[in-house]
Structures are given as C-alpha cells and as structure tokens.
C-alpha cells in the first residue's frame, strides 16, 4: 500500500498539516457523536433527563478507561516509528506485537476490577437512589465491550506513526457514524433505553476495532 505520507522524505511542513488535521478532525467526530449519543438518550420518553443524569456519570469512568488506551498507545507508536525509521521492521512489529499485548491485559484487569467496584465507583461519582439504575445499566453493558474499545483507541496511533492518518481517521469515523445510526434503532425501535444506547456503543467500537486491527496485522 502506497504510503499517505512518507516520514522518511516528505517536507516537515507539510507532514505536520497532513498528519494533524485529520487527528483534529477525528477527535472532533469522537466528541461530536459523545454528544449526539447523548441527545438520543436525553429524548427517551419519560425517562430521559433522570436517564441522561446517570450516563453522564459514567463519563469519567469511561475516560478513566480509556486513558490506559492513550497510555499505550502514545508511549508506544513513537518507539515503533522511531523503529521503522532506522528500517528495523523486526523491533517494530515487535513494539506492536508488545502493545497489543498489554491492551489485551488491561482489558482484561480493567473489566474484572471495574465489575467488582461497579456499584462503589457509581456512588463515588455522585449516583443517587434515582439515577443508579440507569448508570448501573449503561455501564455494565459498556464493560462487556472494554477490549474493543482499549484496543480501537489504543492502537489507532500506532497507523498514524506509519503515516497513515487519513486511515486511522476513518476508523474513528466509522465508529462514530456507526454509534449514531445505531443508537436511534436500539434505543427506539427496539424500545431498548439506555441499554439500547450501550450496546449502540459497544457495537461501533466492535467496528472500529475490526477496522483497526485488519489494517494492522492482515
């Protein structure tokens, strides 16, 4: 496959707008399908303002999960790039291989942890008697789905460290669209809720993973 940008030859200049648009632009699209995501929950008939409290305190556990995605991946796609660049191929795919790896495991620490402190977090984090339902419901359902979302984030860097930003850019958008015409279905029409919405989630981060993973290693 013909490079997108050449980090060996191409002018920094132009590099550094290549490379850092299309990262703006995905974080943008990760924002603003956040927010649509939550418009849909805020117009579920009768419950959605109490419904909307309780995912807006799952956010920062959500985050918090997230974060060990970005520890990953922005501490190991420059030490493979800086590998492609001296033409080590085999120390490169081997940061990979490592990276991969330690997602895996932290998906599978962070999932147990967070089931056994489930209900403790949710109160620390401020769920009342009227809102822990919802919160309790969202975030069980998302952590069924931590490995693909670690692994979707956390190794979408390593695609731009190659050069390929535009890619890893469409693996966020695909998520993103994904998310927003799911949500409406599962939240609506199949009268799911807030379930409804996780498993919206879960499914566009399953999708961006395997967007992620086929480019990386097929």
Same mark, same amino acid.
């Given at each position: 496959?013909?490079?997108?940008?050449?980090?060996?030859?191409?002018?920094?200049?132009?590099?550094?707008?290549? *490379? +850092?648009?299309?990262?703006? =632009?995905?974080?943008?699209? %990760? /924002? $603003?399908?956040?927010? #649509?995501?939550?418009?849909?929950?805020?117009?579920?008939?009768?419950?959605?303002?109490?419904?909307?409290?309780?995912?807006?305190?799952?956010?920062?556990?959500?985050?918090?999960?997230?974060?060990?995605?970005?520890?990953?991946?922005?501490?190991?796609?420059p030490l493979m790039s800086i590998r492609?660049?001296?033409?080590?191929?085999?120390?490169?795919?081997?940061? *990979? +291989?490592?990276?991969?790896? =330690?997602?895996?495991?932290? %998906? /599978? $620490?962070?999932?147990? #942890?967070?089931?056994?402190?489930?209900?403790?977090?949710?109160?620390?984090?401020?769920?009342?008697?009227?809102?822990?339902?919802?919160?309790?419901?969202?975030?069980?359902?998302?952590?069924?789905?931590?490995?693909?979302?670690?692994?979707?984030?956390?190794?979408?860097?390593?695609?731009?460290?190659?050069?390929?930003?535009?890619?890893?850019?469409?693996?966020?958008?695909?998520?993103?669209?994904?998310?927003?015409?799911?949500?409406?279905?599962?939240?609506?029409?199949?009268?799911?809720?807030?379930?409804?919405?996780?498993?919206?989630?879960?499914?566009?981060?399953?999708?961006?993973?395997?967007?992620?993973?086929?480019?990386?290693?097929?």
């Amino acid at each position: 496959m013909k490079k997108e940008n050449d980090l060996n030859s191409d002018h920094i200049k132009g590099l550094v707008w290549r *490379l +850092a648009i299309p990262s703006m =632009l995905a974080q943008f699209v %990760s /924002v $603003l399908y956040s927010i #649509v995501d939550r418009m849909y929950i805020g117009n579920i008939p009768e419950i959605g303002e109490v419904a909307l409290a309780g995912v807006g305190i799952c956010g920062p556990i959500v985050t918090l999960i997230s974060s060990f995605a970005f520890l990953v991946g922005a501490g190991g796609s420059p030490l493979m790039s800086i590998r492609l660049g001296e033409k080590n191929q085999r120390a490169a795919s081997q940061i *990979l +291989a490592n990276c991969f790896l =330690l997602l895996l495991t932290f %998906s /599978v $620490l962070i999932t147990a #942890v967070s089931f056994l402190l489930k209900d403790h977090l949710l109160m620390w984090f401020g769920a009342g008697k009227t809102v822990f339902p919802y919160a309790d419901e969202y975030l069980t359902v998302y952590l069924t789905g931590t490995v693909f979302a670690l692994l979707s984030a956390g190794l979408n860097p390593f695609i731009v460290s190659q050069g390929y930003a535009r890619t890893a850019m469409k693996s966020v958008v695909c998520g993103a669209v994904s998310n927003i015409i799911l949500d409406p279905i599962f939240i609506f029409v199949f009268g799911m809720g807030v379930k409804g919405a996780a498993i919206a989630t879960v499914l566009s981060q399953v999708i961006s993973c395997i967007y992620v993973l086929r480019f990386l290693f097929w």
